[in-house]
C-alpha cells in the first residue's frame, strides 16, 4: 500500500504547467518570426487555441508582437481579437493590416464586437464600424448606446425566439429552415405577441420530445429577465446566483432586444473578483502589458495615501519619543504589534470585501459577522500575546515588558477584527466601493491602535 501510494504522481505539481503555452512551441514560433518563415509560423500556430495565441502576443515585446502579427496576416482571427487583454488591444488592431482587420472582425457576435470595440479611440471604432454588414452595425451601434458596463452592452443581439403557441416540430422545422442561426447558443426564448420573454426551452428538451409538444410545456422552472440597463456585475451575480446558462435581455417596454450567456456572465464575474484583488492592493486596474508610466501613474496616488497613514502612524510614535529613548526595547518590539494588527485586519478585510461582492454580507448578519471577527482576534490575540510575553520576558528580561506587549496584541487583534468588518461595510453603505478604499483607512486603525497601546502601556507599567 505504502509503494503505491509513493507511486502516485504529484497532481499540485502537474497542475502548475497545466495549459501554459509549450515552451518549444513559443521557441518555434519566435524562430519562424525571426526567419520570416510565414509557412512554417502558420504550422506552428495551427494547433493553438486563440485563448493561446492571445496569451502569446500578451507575452512577447511589442517588437516581436507586430512582426509576427505582420506575419501571421490573413490568418488572424476574430476570436483573438476578442480573447486580448485590453491593454494590448488597441495596439495589435493599429499593427493589423486593415483588410484582415474587416475580415476578423465579421467573424465575431455582435456582443464581442461592442467588448472589442467600446474602448478604443474613435478612428478605430470607426474603422471596424466599416468593416460590418449594415444591419450588424445597426445592432452593434444600438448595444454601444447604452450605459457602459451595462447588461446592454454585454448581450448579444442575435437571439433565437419562438412565438409561445409553437409545438416542438415548428420550431425544429424553423431551425433547420433558418440560414442566420448564432454560432452558440443553448435556448429558444418563448415570447407573446408583444414580443415579452415569457420562458426558456433548452435545446436538450426540445430535441428529446416529440413533435407534437407544445413548446410552453417544455419551459425551464427558473427563469430570469435582465434589463438592458441593468449593473453587469449583477448580471454576473444572477448567472452564478441560479445557475443560469443564458439569459434573455429586455428594454424599458420589457421586449427582447438581446440575450446574454454564461460565457460573457463568468467573464465579468472574473473581471470583479481580479478588479477587488487589484483594488485591494492599490493597483489599480493595470495588466502585465501596461508601460512603466502607466503603471506609475496608476499606484502614485495609493503609494501617496499609504504615506500619509505612515506619517499619521509616526507622530503617535512621535509623543512617546521620550519613552523609546529610556528603554530601547520598545523600538525593538512596537514593529511586532503594528505588523500583526495590520495582517489581522487585512484578513478579516478581505473576507468582508469578498462577501460584500457576492451580497453575503447583509443587514440580515452582518453583526453576527462583526462578533465573529472579535472573536477571532480576541482568541488569536491572546495565543499570540502568550507568545509574545514569553519572547519578552526571555529576550528582555522583563515580566513587566512582557506583560505589555502581550495587553497590546490582544488589543490590536481585537481592533484589527472589528476594523477589517466595520470599515468596508461603512464604506458600501455611503456609496463608496470597499475594494478600493478599505485597505487604506483598516492599516492607519491598526498601526495607530497598535502604537497607541503598546507605547501608552509601556509609560504606564515600566516608566
Known amino acids: 500500500m505504502t ?3 509513493e507511486e502516485q504522481p504529484d497532481v499540485e505539481a502537474e497542475s502548475e504547467d497545466a495549459y501554459a503555452l509549450d515552451r518549444k512551441a513559443v521557441m518555434a514560433i519566435l524562430f519562424a518570426v525571426e526567419t520570416e518563415d510565414r509557412a512554417a509560423l502558420v504550422a506552428a500556430m495551427e494547433p493553438l487555441h486563440a485563448a493561446d495565441i492571445a496569451d502569446l502576443l500578451e507575452q512577447v515585446n511589442p517588437y516581436d508582437r507586430a512582426r509576427l502579427i505582420r ?3 490573413k490568418e488572424f482571427d476574430g476570436d483573438i481579437l476578442s480573447e486580448l487583454d485590453e491593454g494590448i488591444r488597441e495596439e495589435v488592431i493599429s499593427v493589423l493590416n486593415p483588410q484582415v482587420l474587416a475580415d ?3 467573424e465575431l457576435d455582435s456582443d464581442d464586437v461592442v467588448d472589442l470595440i467600446e474602448d478604443l479611440e474613435e478612428p478605430q471604432q470607426e474603422a471596424i464600424l466599416d468593416a460590418l454588414e449594415d444591419s450588424e452595425r445597426v445592432a452593434v451601434e444600438q448595444s454601444l448606446a447604452y450605459p457602459e458596463y451595462s447588461a446592454g452592452r454585454l448581450m448579444q443581439r442575435e437571439v433565437v425566439a419562438a412565438p409561445e403557441h409553437w409545438t416542438v416540430g415548428d420550431a ?5 429552415s433558418s440560414e442566420e442561426l448564432p454560432e452558440q447558443f443553448y435556448h429558444i426564448t418563448l415570447v407573446d405577441p408583444r414580443m415579452h420573454p415569457v420562458g ?7 430535441m428529446g420530445s416529440r413533435r407534437e409538444v407544445p413548446l410552453s410545456d417544455l419551459v425551464e422552472e427558473v427563469f430570469q429577465v435582465i434589463p438592458a440597463t441593468q449593473y453587469e456585475g449583477d448580471v454576473a451575480y444572477a448567472f452564478n446566483q441560479y445557475h443560469l446558462i443564458s439569459a434573455p435581455v429586455v428594454d424599458d417596454e420589457g421586449r427582447l432586444v438581446g440575450v446574454i450567456t454564461i460565457d460573457d456572465a463568468m467573464a465579468v464575474l472574473d473581471e470583479e473578483h481580479e478588479e477587488d484583488i487589484m483594488r485591494l492592493a ?8 501596461d508601460r512603466v508610466i502607466e503603471t506609475t501613474k496608476q499606484r502614485l496616488p495609493w503609494l501617496a495615501v ?3 497613514t505612515a506619517v499619521l502612524a509616526s507622530l503617535v510614535i512621535a509623543q512617546f519619543e521620550a519613552a523609546i529613548a529610556q528603554l530601547v526595547a520598545l523600538a525593538v518590539l512596537m514593529p511586532i504589534v503594528a505588523s500583526m494588527g495590520g495582517n489581522a485586519g ?3 478585510l478581505t473576507v468582508a470585501v469578498r462577501a460584500i461582492a457576492t451580497k453575503d454580507l447583509t443587514g440580515a448578519n452582518v453583526w453576527r459577522v462583526i462578533r465573529r471577527e472579535v472573536l477571532v482576534g480576541l482568541v488569536n490575540g491572546v495565543i499570540f500575546a502568550v507568545v509574545m510575553g514569553i519572547v519578552g520576558l526571555l529576550w528582555f528580561g522583563s515580566p513587566a515588558l512582557g506583560y505589555v506587549i502581550a495587553a497590546a496584541m490582544v488589543i490590536n487583534l481585537v481592533v484589527a477584527g472589528l476594523a477589517g468588518t466595520v470599515i468596508p461595510v461603512l464604506l458600501e453603505r455611503v456609496g463608496v466601493d470597499p475594494a478600493l478604499a478599505s485597505g487604506a483607512f483598516v492599516t492607519t486603525v491598526t498601526d495607530v491602535v497598535g502604537f497607541f497601546a503598546f507605547l501608552g502601556l509601556a509609560v504606564v507599567v515600566l516608566l
Not at 426558456?200 to 426540445?206: H, K, Y
Request: net charge negative; glycine share 12%.
Open 3 to 5: 509503494d503505491q501510494i
Open 71 to 73: 506575419l501571421y496576416d
Open 104 to 106: 476578423a472582425v465579421r
Open 172 to 176: 425544429i422545422d424553423f431551425l433547420r
Open 200 to 206: 426558456n426551452v433548452t435545446l436538450g428538451r426540445l
Open 282 to 289: 492599490g493597483v489599480g486596474e493595470g495588466s502585465l502589458s
Open 306 to 308: 499609504n504615506l500619509v
Open 346 to 348: 487585512t484578513q478579516s
